[in-house]
T-cell receptor, first 114, second 115 residues
Framework: AQKITQTQPGMFVQEKEAVTLDCTYD???????LFWYKQPSSGEMIFLIY??????QNATEGRYSLNFQKARKSANLVISASQLGDSAMYFC???????????FGTGTRLLVSP | DVKVTQSSRYLVKRTGEKVFLECVQD?????MFWYRQDPGLGLRLIYF???????EKGDIPEGYSVSREKKERFSLILESASTNQTSMYLC??????????????FGQGTRLTVV
């Protein structure tokens, strides 16, 4: 069965610092994709970054990078140089290539302080 | 721009009513998903569909059914609404494959209150 675990209900970081949001996953499939989304207080779901299970390099998108450790089944999101606008809920998700079920974790609320 | 549109932003229904939540996407995506979002529980998958007339149960399908008669439209049905179905409902769509540019796109959500 597919499962995503986010163990940090809330995280605090100061502006300009880096922060790591944890995500571990469970699947028996070899081919899958991992996604991170941001949900600000407005409620919209904003896609941030994607990592494929066969990608050899960690994904990066601007200030976002994904620390992918396949053997440990972890896909942590790293936000560098935090900004006040980064305050939001962050969700990790996974979809297997074969069975297309897209599952999410419970999310981490990030608060960035000045 | 990809657009996923949910028919209502806010909905108030009475216990026992049959409720329809509609979702339409315009990107020719094969996959469509229905989630409910509750504080502390994240997004929980109710049902998903990877093709017209195909449906798969998610993690919490009890009390819900779905319909996908056309590729662009995916409906969530609460057969007999109950107060514990009060929640935010999110619809999403994606291509049927994994890889770059296959992320799911979400609708704006429907806040359903059952009284």
């Amino acid at each position: 069965a597919q499962k995503i675990t986010q163990t940090q209900p809330g995280m605090f970081v100061q502006e300009k610092e880096a922060v790591t949001l944890d995500c571990t996953y469970d699947t028996s499939d070899q081919s899958y994709g991992l996604f991170w989304y941001k949900q600000p207080s407005s409620g919209e779901m904003i896609f941030l970054i994607y990592q494929g299970s066969y990608d050899e390099q960690n994904a990066t998108e601007g200030r976002y990078s994904l620390n992918f450790q396949k053997a440990r089944k972890s896909a942590n999101l790293v936000i560098s140089a935090s900004q006040l606008g980064d305050s939001a809920m962050y969700f990790c998700a996974m979809r297997n290539t074969g069975f297309q079920k897209l599952v999410f974790g419970t999310g981490t609320r990030l608060l960035v302080s000045p | 721009d990809v657009k996923v549109t949910q028919s209502s932003r806010y909905l108030v229904k009475r216990t026992g009513e049959k409720v329809f939540l509609e979702c339409v996407q315009d990107m020719d995506h094969e996959n469509m998903f229905w989630y409910r979002q509750d504080p502390g529980l994240g997004l929980r998958l109710i049902y998903f569909s990877y093709d017209v007339k195909m449906k798969e149960k998610g993690d919490i399908p009890e009390g819900y059914s779905v319909s996908r008669e056309k590729k662009e439209r995916f409906s969530l049905i609460l057969e007999s609404a109950s107060t514990n179905q009060t929640s935010m409902y999110l619809c999403a769509s994606s291509f049927y494959k994994t890889g770059k540019n296959t992320e799911a796109f979400f609708g704006q959500g429907t806040r359903l209150t059952v009284v």
